[in-house]
């Protein structure tokens, strides 16, 4: 899998994630958090996810759940909701190829804004 140089330098990707963070926030977008686990999966083709069995102690039945290969449906709702500009810093997860640049998880900065 990638070795990402960022993790062998703690210091360095804080830093670059507040950048981030403030390159959003003076620019008017809200931070946002939206579930990390789904009942429903991707709808590109070209994207595998990660399922995990959910099992209630209130269900007979287990369910399967996805982990998010991106932010991007939940943050969606969140404007149709009225949230206005919005943006989220997070891991997602891709059920793919894992090499020297792929890694199944990794960090996404998410953006959803009508006029951004």
């Known amino acids: 899998m990638a070795t990402n140089s960022l993790y062998s330098s703690p210091d360095q990707r804080s830093k670059i994630?507040?950048?981030?963070?403030?390159?959003?926030?003076d620019r008017g977008l809200l931070e946002v958090e939206t579930p990390i686990l789904s009942e429903f999966s991707v709808t590109d083709v070209h994207l595998s996810t990660f399922?995990?069995?959910?099992?209630?102690?209130?269900?007979?039945?287990?369910?399967?759940?996805?982990l998010m290969t991106s932010p991007e449906?939940?943050?969606?709702?969140?404007?149709?909701?009225?949230?206005?500009p919005i943006f989220q810093l997070c891991k997602v997860?891709?059920?793919?190829?894992?090499?020297k640049r792929h890694n199944p998880e990794f960090y996404d900065a998410g953006v959803v804004s009508p006029a951004f």
């Open 17 to 25: 994630i507040t950048e981030i963070r403030k390159f959003f926030t």
């Open 51 to 66: 399922n995990t069995q959910f099992q209630s102690p209130f269900s007979p039945e287990a369910k399967t759940l996805h």
């Open 73 to 84: 449906y939940h943050m969606k709702r969140l404007l149709a909701a009225g949230s206005g």
């Open 93 to 99: 997860f891709r059920n793919e190829e894992a090499g």
